[in-house]
C-alpha cells in the first residue's frame, strides 16, 4: 500500500507521535490552521491507517517485567511462510515479531519479570510451536534508547 502525504499530514504526524493527547486545537494553532481542517486530516489519516493506533507507553519495570531479551528463531516454514510468526504473535509477551534475512527466520522482542519467567515462556509457550526448529536468546544488560518515534523529512513550524 501506497501513502500520499503532504507536508501537513507529515507535521501533524509529527505533533502526534510527540504528544498523541495533543489536542486538535493546540494542533491547529501550531499549523496555523482551523481546528475543523485538523480534525479532518486527523481522521483522514486514520481511515488510511497512517495513523494505526493510539497508547499509551508503560514503563515496563513498574509492571515487573524488568527484563528484555531478543531471541533470534530458525524454523522449519518454507520461505514465505508465516505459520510460525503468526504463532509467536499470539503470545502476550511477545512485544514484535519480525521475519528477518540471514540464518535465522525470525527476531522475536519479549519482556518478562525475570530468567525464571523467560525460561518458562520458552517450554511452555515457544515449545508448543512445532516449526520452531532453534533459539538463540540475547539477554539485554541495560537499554541507552528505546522509542518508537519515527523521523520526518519535514521543517517543523
Avoid: W
Avoid at 494505526?52 to 515496563?60: D, E, I, K, M, W
Avoid at 530458525?74 to 503470545?91: C, M, N, Q, Y
Amino acid at each position: 500500500m501506497e501513502f500520499v502525504l503532504d507536508t501537513v499530514d507529515m507535521q501533524i504526524l509529527s505533533l502526534m507521535q510527540e504528544n498523541a493527547r495533543i489536542s486538535n486545537v493546540d494542533m491547529a494553532k501550531k499549523l496555523e490552521m482551523a481546528p475543523s481542517a485538523v480534525l479532518e486530516r486527523v481522521k483522514k489519516l486514520e481511515q488510511k491507517k497512517v495513523i494505526r493506533h493510539y497508547t499509551t507507553g508503560v514503563n515496563p519495570a513498574a509492571v515487573g517485567k524488568r527484563l528484555l531479551a531478543f531471541i533470534f528463531i530458525r524454523t522449519s516454514d518454507g520461505f514465505g511462510s508465516s505459520v510460525t510468526g503468526r504463532e509467536l504473535a499470539k503470545i502476550p509477551e511477545v512485544q514484535e515479531v519480525h521475519n528477518i534475512a540471514g540464518e535465522d527466520c525470525y527476531l522475536v522482542k519479549v519482556r518478562a519479570a525475570d530468567s525464571a519467567e523467560l525460561m518458562s515462556l520458552m517450554r511452555n509457550e515457544f515449545a508448543r510451536i512445532p516449526t520452531i526448529q532453534s533459539t538463540k536468546t540475547t539477554i539485554v544488560l541495560e537499554t541507552v534508547k528505546e522509542e518508537q518515534k519515527l523521523t520526518f523529512p519535514i521543517a517543523q513550524k
